[in-house]
């Protein structure tokens, strides 16, 4: 087992979402996701400016380019935002000064900059006018994914006709008091058959025994599980930076922007992740395969 992780931040003091993030920074998170047993990672960037992201992957770009390690490990890129809800609570750690609607002209500049290597991007498709944005990603082979948003139940239907496949994160970036039935979450599981469904197995974003009935509900066959993990993952307690944002992280490994209940990525390692489904929820080791190798490699289509 060989896990591939669709959404890691940084990693043991390396943000990937800075454009100052130095080659040997960059390496050594790489070499401490080897040690971990990580086979591969779509290095994640989260809501900047336009301008800042294009930096922040031009810099990924070079430091591949620079080292064959960085290389072998950052696989491609996962852009989260700046097409995501500007709402409270779906907004979630992200920086709402950032945030817009989805449009080609500034996804395109997006792709220039990850030099052909963006393979997953999430937003929000009820701010994806005529699902445009997309479109044009799926026609490229990049797969989307819904995340940070509360679309209508006909409006995720339609996102998917138009190739949308994922969901990121789900139980998480959406407010923490919800209506009891039409939500994002029953939504998604309603529709779990067409969509690629991830989870972060941390037990702070979602308890245990919750992703244990989303398991059942999505299926393992159709479920992912991702670290979400900052720069403080391997770090224990401190403050940290993710995206130039200031994060605080607790005696419990929580990350939290200062004075806010939202949650900012997570700190939990694949070894972790591992050891939590085979504890709390009883998975075998094939099933735990599949949630952290197999599927998520099928939903970049790598296998």
Same mark, same amino acid.
Do not use: K, Q
């Given at each position: 087992m060989r896990p591939f992780d669709l959404q890691v931040n940084g990693y043991?003091?390396?943000d990937f979402c800075s454009a100052d993030l130095d080659l040997a920074g960059c390496r050594h998170a790489c070499d401490a996701l080897a040690a971990d047993g990580v086979?591969?990672?779509?290095?994640?960037?989260?809501?900047d400016s336009i301008d800042g992201l294009c930096a922040t992957l031009a810099t990924l770009v070079r430091h591949r380019e620079a080292d064959a390690a960085v290389a072998s490990m950052i696989r491609g890129?996962?852009?989260?935002?700046?097409?995501?809800?500007?709402?409270?609570g779906y907004v979630g750690a992200h920086d709402p000064r950032h945030v817009k609607p989805a449009n080609v002209a500034d996804?395109?500049?997006?792709?220039d900059a990850g030099a052909g290597l963006v393979r997953l991007v999430t937003l929000a498709p009820e701010h994806d006018a005529g699902l445009a944005t997309t479109r044009l990603l799926v026609g490229r082979g990049i797969t989307v994914s819904a995340g940070h948003c509360d679309p209508p139940l006909d409006l995720l239907r339609? %996102?998917?006709?138009? *190739? =949308? #496949?994922?969901v990121t994160h789900l139980g998480n970036g959406c407010p923490t008091t919800l209506p009891r039935h039409d939500n994002v979450i029953q939504r998604a599981l309603s529709l779990a058959d067409h969509l690629w469904v991830c989870f972060i197995p941390d037990g702070v974003h979602v308890p245990f025994f919750a992703l244990g009935n989303y398991l059942d509900a999505a299926g393992i066959e159709?479920?992912?599980m991702v670290t979400d993990a900052i720069a403080a993952a391997t770090l224990g307690p401190g403050r940290y930076r993710l995206s130039?944002?200031?994060v605080d992280v607790d005696a419990a490994g929580v990350?939290?922007?200062?004075?806010?209940?939202?949650?900012?990525?997570?700190?939990?390692?694949?070894?972790?992740?591992?050891?939590?489904? %085979?504890?709390?929820? *009883? =998975? #075998?080791?094939?099933?735990?395969g599949r949630l952290v190798d197999t599927n998520p490699r099928r939903a970049l289509h790598l296998a």
């Open positions: 043991a003091g390396a086979d591969g990672i779509l290095a994640t960037v989260i809501t890129f996962h852009v989260e935002g700046p097409f995501i809800s500007p709402l409270p996804m395109e500049r997006i792709l339609a %996102a998917i006709d138009a *190739g =949308l #496949s994922m159709r479920s992912i130039g944002m200031v990350a939290r922007r200062p004075g806010s209940e939202n949650l900012a990525g997570s700190t939990v390692t694949m070894p972790r992740v591992r050891e939590h489904l %085979a504890r709390h929820l *009883g =998975l #075998s080791d094939a099933d735990i």
